[in-house]
């Protein structure tokens, strides 16, 4: 027994060691946060070198996609940037002073951020906050309403290293029940205006409200008179679809279908009642009810609302200080807590948040 023990080969260690060096470099670093992988740029030149690459930060911008934190801003404020994890998912520059002008958060997109600056032209930059690179992007030829009825839409893709994203603006027409819309391609640096129009029933109202959506190719606009505009930007197709009246909400992607999720008190100490909307029609899918403390007293009305959500099972609540995490279970449609991060929510009311994924992606 002895003899055979003695007579098997020694394990090839060393090419054991870079098989798994390999392996975390090639298919596990793409799977990271941006703030991660600038802390691993310090292993070793070669993976400070491969982390710089743009093979790695093409392939970190398809892969990594988990919601890193919310973008907010209190009216015209500076904007500041709540992180869900700051050892993961914080930022070298949270109130985005890097840019040449305090601006008006917009829209974001799979790690991109639409701004809009203060002053006398109001251009719009498109950044990227995890490493502070960002753009101007060239005036446009319609009025864009203030604030803009505008979204980022940026839906990476392994095929193409390029990171071609698009704005797209629904422009009201003064005084008629029409909506046209404007649409910017970062690919040729210039502003469209598309075939695709809108007309508005008599009465209807054209203002919208919310953040917007984009998905598989189609742009979302809630309005005031809580309808859907849906608009596909190429094909010149839309739909307008009646949203549930019972309380304010948000749009998110759920298996692949869009869903409309809110929120309302039920009366009962700490109880929330979370419903799911999805379909063409948003018919109800799942209505919980679920306990959220707010961290205050108990006599202080807490202000509650959905946060802005990405594609996945998970959907954000804000209770008073509280930001929760609520996963779905696609099936039999359940909604259970899973954690919460304790964030200042003061004037959380008049607070517009972004979602934001932490992605090393490259402004073009």
């Known amino acids: 027994m002895e003899a055979a023990v003695k007579n098997i080969s020694p394990l090839p260690q060393k090419k054991e060691n870079k098989d798994i060096k390999d392996t975390v470099k090639h298919i596990v670093l793409p ?24 093979f790695l930060v093409h392939e970190q911008s398809y892969y990594f996609k988990n919601l890193s934190g919310f973008f907010c801003q209190h009216e015209q404020g500076v904007p500041t940037f709540v992180s869900l994890d700051q050892n993961a998912y914080g ?25 809009q600056g203060q002053q006398e032209n109001n251009p719009y930059y498109v950044c990227n906050p995890a490493t502070q690179k960002w753009t101007e992007i060239p005036p ?147 209505k919980v009810v679920v306990h959220l ?19 996945g099972n998970l959907v954000m609540v804000l209770v008073g200080r509280f930001v929760y995490s609520c996963r779905i279970t696609i099936g039999h449609w359940s909604v259970q807590v899973v954690s919460r991060a304790d964030i200042d929510s003061a004037n959380a009311e008049d607070t517009k948040y972004l979602a934001y994924v932490n992605s090393l992606v490259h402004v073009a």
């Open 293 to 311: 403390d707010s961290g205050f007293d108990e006599s202080v009305w807490s202000y509650y609302r959905v946060m802005p959500c990405l594609a």
């Open 140 to 286: 446009h030829s319609l009025y864009h309403d203030s604030p803009p009825a505008i979204i980022l839409a940026f839906e990476p893709s392994l095929l193409n290293m390029r990171p071609d994203y698009h704005l797209i603006c629904a422009v009201p027409l003064l005084g008629q029940p029409v909506v046209i819309f404007e649409m910017y391609s970062s690919e040729n640096q210039t502003w469209t205006i598309l075939d695709s129009c809108v007309l508005v029933e008599t009465g209807e109202s054209l203002s919208f409200t919310g953040n917007g959506y984009y998905m598989k190719g189609i742009a979302y606009w809630e309005t005031s008179n809580r309808k859907l505009l849906a608009v596909e930007p190429r094909g010149g197709v839309h739909e307008i679809i009646s949203l549930p009246n019972d309380s304010i909400g948000t749009l998110t992607q759920i298996e692949g279908e869009l869903c409309y999720i809110s929120v309302c008190a039920t009366g009962s100490k700490n109880g929330y009642c979370v419903r799911i909307y999805s379909g063409i029609k948003m018919g109800l899918k799942c």
């Open 31 to 54: 799977f990271l946060p941006a703030k991660t992988l600038v802390r691993f740029k310090s292993v070793s030149k070669e993976w400070e070198n491969w982390i710089s690459s743009p």
């Open 91 to 115: 930022l070298p520059n949270t109130s985005l002073d890097f840019l040449p002008e305090q601006t008006n958060i917009l829209s974001s997109s799979s790690g991109l951020l639409l701004c």
